[in-house]
């Protein structure tokens, strides 16, 4: 059985940092690329950033860029994302997804394997 399961989240203060994990179970993903997307309250859910197999290629969405990093543990079966400058905007449900082999994807609909995702909320 195939399970990807978040923690990490919590209630934050704008301003400050979190670190979000994602470890893999039942599943080898050191060759898949690997992605983070969140939904917020009535709101579609919208990309984050991924990362390719290999850790070398990533991608963010604008709206993160230059304050949230993405990585992966291969030993560990597990992708991150560091969090910085937090603000209230960023409150939302944050999930994990596995793409398959290779690369990575911005779009939900091309992820297999979703985690049923933190709680992260960022107060003003």
């Known amino acids: 059985q195939v399970q990807l399961v978040e923690s990490g989240g919590g209630l934050v203060r704008a301003g400050d940092s979190l670190t979000l994990s994602c470890v893999a179970s039942?599943?080898?993903?050191?060759?898949?690329?690997m992605g983070w997307f969140r939904q917020a309250p009535g709101k579609e859910r919208e990309f984050v950033a991924a990362i390719n197999w290999s850790g070398e290629r990533t991608e963010y969405a604008d709206s993160v860029k230059n304050r949230f990093t993405i990585s992966r543990d291969t030993a560990k079966k597990a992708v991150h994302l560091q969090m910085r400058s937090l603000k209230p905007e960023d409150t939302a449900v944050y999930s994990c997804?596995?793409?398959?082999?290779?690369?990575?994807?911005?779009?939900?609909?091309?992820?297999?394997?979703w985690g049923q995702g933190t709680q992260v909320t960022v107060s003003s």
């Open positions: 039942g599943r080898d993903i050191s060759l898949n690329g």
């Open positions: 997804a596995d793409f398959g082999a290779g690369s990575y994807s911005v779009r939900p609909n091309d992820y297999t394997y």
